[in-house]
């Protein structure tokens, strides 16, 4: 068939290129979405356990402090408290008490389901938060 109305060699390459860029443009976007969303996780979980160790901090052991003794946190109350932070905030995490009682320090944990990178497999984020509160008795 001369003068082009045949079919031409090329047909189906442009389709392919195209198949293989959308997934690639859907990658990105969903790296972009995701990855939002896994700073967002860890700015939360970050403040989640800071809020809770701040009302860990709360849990000085008055039976030490009330007479006139030295400060610091009882464990028991402290952890405690972290803990009914924690579950008022909907987030697992741990406390711990250390130096001598003068420190707590809350570990949290916080897991979400990926919008986009679903698509290739990655279902969940998970991301940790931790900060300690020293007690200052200055």
């Known amino acids: 068939m001369a003068g082009g109305a ?9 389709s392919v290129f195209l198949a293989i860029a959308l997934a690639g443009v859907l990658i990105l976007i969903g790296m972009v979405a995701d990855g939002g969303a896994r700073l967002r996780a860890m700015q939360r979980a970050d403040n989640v356990a800071a809020e809770a160790a701040r009302a860990a901090g709360q849990g000085i052991d008055g039976g030490k402090a009330i007479p006139g003794g030295e400060k610091e946190l009882d464990p028991e109350l402290a952890s405690q408290a972290a803990r009914e932070y924690l579950a008022a905030a909907g987030v697992p995490g741990t406390a711990v008490v250390g130096e001598g009682g003068k420190q707590v320090t809350v570990e949290v944990t916080i897991t979400r389901d990926t919008a986009m990178l679903s698509l290739i497999g990655i279902n969940t984020i998970q991301v940790t938060g931790r900060a300690t509160a020293v007690l200052r008795t200055e």
């Open 6 to 14: 045949g079919v031409s060699g090329d047909a189906g390459r442009v």
